[in-house]
């Protein structure tokens, strides 16, 4: 972790997400301070653990993710997962346990992942604070057009994990001739295509060329009929869990 980190703020990245089931949160941290860059320079995103939701739990999960990182604040928190089948299906309380963390600072924004618009309308309903974020899987054989609607009507931005489908979509037929035609990789085109959508993204790789091939994307556009042709793709077909069943194990 400390060198894939280090090798993305080398090539430009400013955005590291990491969470607490991922088991890497201090080698982040680690990676950012032996970087020399300010801390303000690196916008950091971690997420609650499943087995952390009742309110006293979160509370202490969220001191050992500062604590891990070696900061005070971390610029995004999200609630993983919406476990409806756990914890008698509240994640409000968590929710509104993690409006402490922004009140006090400690959050700079907060928001959640993998929640489906019926979860989202819940904490519209019964919080105070609406999420900043939701991040979702979203790629060409999965756009989630249902979810990125409601997102965009209540002011939600749009984070895509998984935005290569896990490699799955890299061999598609329409997506290898528009990477041939503008001379660029089908990773690059893919990854243009979603910010050409509006998503933020963060492409996963530890591999130093891919890490710097997936940020060189910012030098070429796509045409609406590129980006129509490539949404055409959508199978509906996820590579991870469903959210309305998943319960975090």
């Known amino acids: 972790?400390?060198?894939?980190?280090?090798?993305?703020?080398?090539?430009?990245y400013r955005h590291v997400d990491t969470a607490q089931m991922y088991g890497n949160e201090r080698e982040v941290g680690q990676a950012i301070a032996k970087s020399g860059l300010d801390r303000g320079d690196v916008y950091v995103t971690s997420k609650l653990a499943n087995d952390a939701?009742?309110?006293?739990?979160?509370?202490?999960?969220?001191?050992?993710t500062l604590e891990a990182i070696g900061s005070?604040?971390?610029?995004?928190?999200?609630?993983h997962w919406p476990l409806p089948t756990r914890y008698d299906g509240d994640y409000v309380s968590t929710w509104q346990t993690l409006e402490e963390f922004y009140r006090d600072g400690r959050a700079r924004s907060i928001g959640v992942s993998n929640f489906q618009p019926h979860h989202l309308r819940r904490l519209h309903t019964e919080c105070e604070i609406p999420p900043a974020v939701n991040q979702i899987e979203v790629h060409p054989y999965f756009t989630q057009d249902d979810v990125r609607v409601f997102c965009g009507e209540h002011q939600i931005a749009v984070e895509g994990w998984a935005p290569l489908a896990r490699g799955a979509v890299l061999g598609d037929p329409t997506i290898a001739s528009i990477a041939r035609r503008v001379g660029k990789t089908p990773a690059q085109?893919?990854?243009?295509?979603?910010?050409?959508?509006?998503?933020?993204i963060f492409p996963k790789s530890v591999t130093p060329a891919r890490i710097r091939e997936?940020?060189?994307?910012?030098?070429?556009?796509?045409?609406?009929e590129d980006v129509e042709a490539i949404s055409a793709l959508n199978r509906d077909d996820r590579t991870g869990p469903d959210p309305d069943k998943f319960d975090g194990s």
């Open 72 to 79: 005070d604040y971390v610029d995004l928190f999200l609630i």
């Open 214 to 224: 997936n940020i060189d994307i910012f030098g070429f556009e796509l045409s609406g």
């Open 53 to 64: 939701h009742r309110p006293d739990d979160a509370r202490r999960a969220f001191d050992g």
């Open 189 to 200: 085109v893919v990854l243009r295509w979603h910010i050409e959508r509006g998503d933020i």
């Open 1 to 12: 972790t400390v060198e894939a980190v280090t090798t993305a703020l080398q090539a430009g």
